[in-house]
């Protein structure tokens, strides 16, 4: 697979880092912890910059990954459809208590995204969110009505 990189091995790390100074240390666990948006279809294989090909990721989590087809991404990685599960759950409860609106569609658009990109492998229940597909659009077009 792989050889291991101070991004991906505790071990690697220390090696790496052993004789820095603290500030070099703490500055390269912070940055790679930072948020970043994730292309579920990465740009360089023809993704779009939409809501609905944007996944919100850590920074050394989007390096990681690069420009690899999401269907190669789970076989390295097989946890990834029950990850994604969590993050459309926490999305959704962002929704619910009104931190995204204007993004009520989100869920539905995402689902549909990481079906098609893995093939299948990820499918994402919908089953506690309170808006339907067109009761989430409605909420978009009036928040957009609103702020335009």
């Given at each position: 697979?792989?050889?291991?990189?101070?991004?991906?091995?505790?071990?690697?790390?220390?090696?790496?880092?052993?004789?820095?100074?603290?500030?070099?240390?703490?500055r390269r666990l912070y940055i790679a912890s930072?948020?970043?948006?994730?292309?579920?279809?990465?740009?360089?294989?023809?993704?779009?910059?939409?809501?609905?090909?944007?996944?919100?990721?850590?920074?050394?989590?989007?390096?990681?990954?690069?420009?690899?087809?999401?269907?190669?991404?789970?076989?390295?990685?097989?946890?990834?459809?029950?990850?994604?599960?969590?993050?459309?759950?926490?999305?959704?409860?962002?929704?619910?208590?009104?931190?995204m609106q204007g993004n009520e569609t989100y869920?539905?658009?995402?689902?549909?995204?990481?079906?098609?990109?893995?093939?299948?492998?990820?499918?994402?229940?919908?089953?506690?969110?309170?808006?339907?597909?067109?009761?989430?659009?409605?909420?978009?077009?009036?928040?957009?009505?609103?702020?335009?």
């Amino acid at each position: 697979m792989f050889l291991p990189t101070s991004e991906s091995s505790r071990n690697a790390f220390v090696v790496k880092y052993s004789k820095r100074k603290q500030i070099e240390i703490v500055r390269r666990l912070y940055i790679a912890s930072t948020g970043s948006i994730e292309h579920v279809t990465p740009q360089s294989l023809g993704g779009l910059n939409t809501i609905g090909n944007f996944l919100l990721t850590t920074a050394s989590g989007n390096r990681y990954r690069e420009n690899m087809p999401l269907v190669e991404y789970i076989k390295r990685h097989p946890k990834i459809p029950q990850y994604m599960q969590m993050y459309v759950d926490d999305v959704i409860r962002e929704i619910h208590a009104g931190n995204m609106q204007g993004n009520e569609t989100y869920p539905y658009k995402i689902k549909k995204k990481l079906m098609e990109e893995s093939a299948g492998r990820i499918m994402i229940s919908l089953s506690g969110y309170k808006y339907s597909e067109e009761e989430a659009a409605k909420a978009v077009e009036e928040y957009e009505k609103r702020w335009s």
